[in-house]
């Protein structure tokens, strides 16, 4: 009777051992609900920064281009100015050479830095290892780490009419060429602009000294073994290879180019005249000296749009191509 009882069959053992059925039958239904509870999870996770993102990165820029659609300055009674603020920023002569400055500055900020950390990268890769590596690296970064107000007054000494640079310059005989070099009307924007190359010489090389890190050696073999130099090593295997490096570093210094403002007002406050005023130094002044709010948030909104403009085809052109 008990081996009756133990051989007989019952419901459940026949659906656990049937190998026609699943052990663990689940429904479309039970799956849905299982995705919707694992993506209502993650979205609590990232609810935080969502929210953060969205008061102090979406309200604002919503109010800006609210604000560039009027005529107010700050406090009074707000008054419908439609477009006129756009089209004053497109025709107002100073307003265009603001802008044309800042497009200047991109050469410096970034083309120049960009080149010359390629340079530096690559020699710094060849020569440097161990503990020497890592001093070098550290001193190439350092203008990086060190605030932007004390970089301008730092410069401010060096280029002044007695400062350091003037001084070695008639140290040499060369007393002819010193001038106030942040004063001079012809020298000061290109002045700035070598402040600003100095600041992000460091970032541009580590960035590219971690790429160039990452390149197979076979490669540089390869390029060897088939008779290639250093020049033709380096614009066959290095640079192809720093697609990506070069596309962060151009990104970051076009931004810091046409949003710099602390080395401009540290070290100029935009003089002589209007030679070295950039977009950042003219929205201050327009919102809260002239108090022409409208106007500075179309200049605003305009500069947001000329960096979409030059940083989206980058962006496009140095991303990773997918198989």
Same mark, same amino acid.
């Given at each position: 009777?008990?081996?009756?009882?133990?051989?007989?069959?019952?419901?459940?053992?026949?659906?656990?051992?049937?190998?026609?059925?699943?052990?663990?039958?689940?429904?479309?239904? *039970?799956?849905?609900?299982?995705?919707?509870?694992?993506?209502?999870?993650?979205?609590?996770?990232?609810?935080?920064?969502?929210?953060?993102?969205?008061?102090?990165?979406?309200?604002? !820029?919503?109010?800006?281009?609210?604000?560039?659609?009027?005529?107010?300055? #700050?406090? &009074?009674?707000?008054?419908?100015?439609?477009?006129?603020?756009?089209?004053?920023?497109?025709?107002?002569?100073? !307003?265009?050479?603001?802008? &044309?400055?800042?497009?200047?500055?991109?050469?410096?900020?970034?083309?120049?830095?960009?080149?010359? #950390?390629?340079?530096?990268?690559?020699?710094?890769?060849?020569?440097?290892?161990?503990?020497?590596?890592?001093?070098?690296?550290?001193?190439?970064?350092?203008?990086?780490?060190?605030?932007?107000?004390?970089?301008?007054?730092?410069?401010?000494?060096?280029?002044?009419?007695?400062?350091?640079?003037?001084?070695?310059?008639?140290?040499?005989?060369?007393?002819?060429?010193?001038?106030?070099?942040?004063?001079?009307?012809?020298?000061?924007?290109?002045?700035?602009?070598?402040?600003?190359?100095?600041?992000?010489? #460091?970032?541009?090389?580590?960035?590219?000294?971690?790429?160039?890190? $990452?390149?197979?050696?076979?490669?540089?073999? *390869?390029?060897?073994?088939?008779?290639?130099?250093?020049?033709? %090593?380096?614009?066959?295997?290095?640079?192809?290879?720093?697609?990506?490096?070069? &596309?962060?570093?151009?990104?970051?210094?076009?931004?810091?180019?046409?949003?710099?403002?602390?080395?401009?007002?540290?070290?100029?406050?935009?003089?002589?005249?209007?030679?070295?005023?950039?977009? #950042?130094? %003219?929205?201050?002044?327009?919102?809260?000296?002239?108090?022409?709010?409208?106007?500075?948030?179309?200049?605003?909104?305009?500069?947001?749009?000329?960096?979409?403009?030059?940083? !989206?085809?980058?962006?496009?052109?140095?991303? %990773?191509? $997918?198989?």
């Amino acid at each position: 009777m008990t081996s009756a009882l133990g051989s007989a069959p019952t419901g459940r053992d026949d659906a656990v051992s049937s190998p026609d059925r699943p052990a663990h039958p689940s429904s479309p239904r *039970a799956h849905r609900r299982r995705w919707a509870r694992a993506a209502g999870t993650g979205w609590l996770y990232v609810l935080p920064a969502l929210v953060m993102y969205a008061i102090f990165v979406l309200r604002p !820029l919503a109010l800006t281009v609210q604000y560039s659609l009027y005529d107010w300055n #700050g406090v &009074g009674v707000a008054r419908w100015a439609g477009l006129d603020n756009y089209l004053t920023v497109f025709t107002d002569s100073d !307003l265009l050479k603001i802008i &044309g400055n800042a497009i200047i500055l991109i050469v410096f900020f970034s083309f120049i830095p960009v080149a010359l #950390g390629l340079l530096v990268a690559s020699v710094v890769r060849r020569i440097t290892t161990g503990a020497f590596g890592t001093v070098v690296r550290t001193i190439l970064f350092l203008p990086q780490v060190i605030p932007l107000v004390a970089a301008g007054i730092a410069w401010s000494w060096l280029l002044s009419s007695n400062g350091l640079i003037n001084q070695v310059l008639r140290a040499v005989g060369l007393g002819g060429l010193a001038r106030a070099w942040l004063g001079d009307f012809d020298t000061a924007l290109p002045a700035v602009g070598v402040i600003g190359a100095w600041v992000l010489l #460091g970032l541009c090389t580590i960035l590219l000294v971690t790429g160039m890190s $990452k390149i197979d050696p076979a490669l540089y073999e *390869a390029a060897r073994l088939d008779g290639a130099g250093p020049v033709r %090593e380096f614009l066959a295997v290095t640079l192809p290879s720093l697609r990506q490096e070069i &596309g962060v570093c151009l990104t970051v210094t076009i931004i810091a180019a046409l949003a710099s403002f602390d080395i401009v007002y540290i070290s100029t406050s935009g003089g002589p005249g209007l030679q070295t005023t950039v977009p #950042g130094l %003219e929205i201050y002044r327009l919102a809260f000296s002239q108090r022409q709010v409208g106007l500075a948030s179309a200049l605003a909104v305009v500069l947001m749009a000329l960096v979409l403009a030059f940083v !989206l085809p980058i962006q496009r052109l140095t991303r %990773e191509d $997918k198989p």
